[in-house]
């Protein structure tokens, strides 16, 4: 199947800080990314679609300036969380949608963000 | 995007089959049905896609009826490591999808 990495898996920072975390396809072209967040025993929420060369779209109640999206190949997609705060501190999940009929999501392994 | 109605948890033993249904009663004609299971601080592991009638892979079956209001993941003989939640999504996979939008999924449990 097709494969979905993300780095860092774990990351700690200072309130303040910006952290970036990076979400590859790394056996397929993926026009189309999405970012979401995880809560402690709550399901996924959805925060933004990225298209490869063009703006990312939020989802209502999403901060754009505060979570900066970036897909500038086919392959990548970055997430910079700017002015992380603790209220920030969640797990971050990207997918990557395969093209085909019919196409497919394939998730990353995570990103744990603790902001101290 | 059709909503989907699951179960919250399900609670079953080592060796059982498992059946869990999902609801989508506004599911639109473009639309497939993926289920996807996720362990604890991973992501959602892809597991079984369909779009009518019956699909198996090497683990598992997903039956869709004729009105493709509903669908079942069976999961033959489970084991421990089954225990995970199991979300249902439904969505235009056919060129006009956008975007899953989660439910809560079900909670299995598997138990010795």
């Known amino acids: 199947g097709a494969v979905v990495s993300q780095h860092p898996s774990r990351v700690i920072c200072k309130s303040g800080t910006s952290v970036k975390i990076e979400c590859r396809s790394l056996?397929?072209?993926?026009?189309?990314m999405f970012w979401y967040r995880q809560f402690p025993k709550k399901s996924l929420m959805l925060m933004a679609t990225?298209?490869?060369?063009?703006?990312?779209?939020?989802e209502q109640g999403v901060e754009k300036d505060k979570f900066l999206i970036n897909h500038a190949s086919l392959t990548l997609s970055t997430l910079t969380v700017t002015s992380a705060h603790p209220e920030d501190s969640s797990f971050y999940i990207c997918?990557?949608?395969?093209?085909?009929?019919?196409?497919?999501?394939?998730f990353g392994p995570g990103t744990r963000l603790t902001v101290l | 995007l059709a909503k989907t109605t699951q179960p919250i948890s399900m609670d079953s033993y080592e060796g059982q089959e498992v059946n869990i249904t999902c609801s989508h009663n506004?599911?639109?004609?473009?639309?497939?049905i993926t289920w996807y299971q996720q362990f604890p601080s991973q992501g959602p592991r892809f597991i079984i896609q369909?779009?009518?009638?019956?699909v198996t892979n090497e683990v598992a079956s997903l039956f869709i009826p004729a009105d493709r209001k509903s669908s079942t993941l069976s999961l033959p003989r489970v084991s421990l490591s089954d225990t995970a939640v199991y979300y249902c999504?439904?969505?235009?996979w056919g060129g006009g999808y956008n975007k899953l939008i989660f439910g809560a999924g079900t909670r299995l449990a598997v138990h010795p």
């Open positions: 056996d397929f072209q993926a026009t189309t």
């Open positions: 506004n599911i639109a004609t473009n639309d497939y």
């Open positions: 369909g779009y009518k009638t019956k």
């Open positions: 990225s298209n490869e060369g063009s703006k990312a779209t939020y």
């Open positions: 999504l439904v969505g235009d």
């Open positions: 997918s990557a949608r395969t093209s085909g009929s019919p196409d497919t999501q394939y």
